[in-house]
């Protein structure tokens, strides 16, 4: 009875891990930050970036369609930015750094879990 009591524990606790926090830094220019690989355990996200030097989440109700881009800036869609709540917020291509385009960079998980 307790193996099943723990296995159950188990389980359900591995099911909360939704999304892994992932540090990212530059080599190039000095851009550090943060950001949310993956998504929510009730709601889907992907990264973006705000010129304003900020990582954001854009996030949308779980099972439900993305939100649409305010308008594209050289085929890049752009976003209303959550934080400054301007169409800024540009989607973040993970394979380039968002300032200056290097490819210079280094990313890794922080050990953190996000639901």
Do not use: Q
Not at 21 to 28: N, P, Q, S, V, Y
Not at 40 to 65: E, G, T
């Amino acid at each position: 009875m307790r193996s099943l009591l723990l296995l159950a524990s188990l389980v359900s606790a591995s099911a909360a891990y939704a999304g892994a926090e992932m540090d990212f830094a530059c080599r190039h220019c000095g851009l550090k930050g943060t950001y949310i690989e993956g998504g929510l355990m009730h709601a889907d996200l992907f990264s973006a970036f705000c010129p304003r030097d900020h990582f954001v989440h854009i996030s949308w109700p779980y099972r439900k369609p993305p939100p649409n881009p305010v308008r594209f800036d050289r085929g890049v869609p752009v976003y209303v930015c959550p934080v400054c709540r301007k169409a800024s917020a540009r989607r973040w291509d993970k394979k380039k750094c968002p300032t200056c385009g290097s490819r210079n960079f280094i990313t890794h998980e922080t050990g953190g879990f996000v639901d």
